[in-house]
């Protein structure tokens, strides 16, 4: 069974840290290309960060950038997102998500990908 299973979310102060796992089981990571996105109550899913298969081409979503990073552990079939310099405005159900495709290739639009996580919960707020 092809499945994605995020961790890690959590309850944390404005200007703090949290790192998103993702674990993937039933298929082998490294042939996809590797995306987060998360979803605030209310407003639609925004592309935050993509990975390309093996880690050459990044992108980031405009309001993360410089705080978030995304990286992968392919021999784990891993793949994780570290935040630093938490807002208020970075609440939201993250997902992770995985898509087929060749090389070099990230994207941020969610209806590209392939597999989906089922979210984990994080919450900035003093």
């Known amino acids: 069974q092809l499945q994605l299973v995020e961790s890690g979310g959590g309850l944390v102060q404005p200007g703090g840290s949290l790192r998103l796992s993702c674990a993937a089981s039933?298929?082998?990571?490294?042939?996809?290309?590797i995306g987060w996105f998360r979803q605030a109550p209310g407003k639609e899913r925004e592309g935050v960060s993509s990975?390309?298969?093996?880690?050459?081409?990044?992108t980031y979503a405009n309001s993360v950038k410089d705080r978030f990073t995304i990286s992968r552990d392919n021999a784990k079939n891993t793949i994780y997102l570290q935040m630093n310099s938490l807002k208020p405005d970075d609440t939201a159900v993250y997902y992770c998500?995985?898509?087929?495709?060749?090389?070099?290739?990230?994207?941020?639009?969610?209806?590209?990908?392939?597999?989906w996580g089922q979210g984990t919960q994080v919450t900035v707020s003093s």
């Open positions: 998500a995985a898509k087929s495709g060749s090389y070099y290739y990230t994207t941020l639009r969610g209806d590209e990908y392939d597999y």
């Open positions: 039933g298929f082998a990571l490294d042939f996809y290309t």
């Open positions: 990975m390309s298969r093996r880690g050459e081409v990044t």
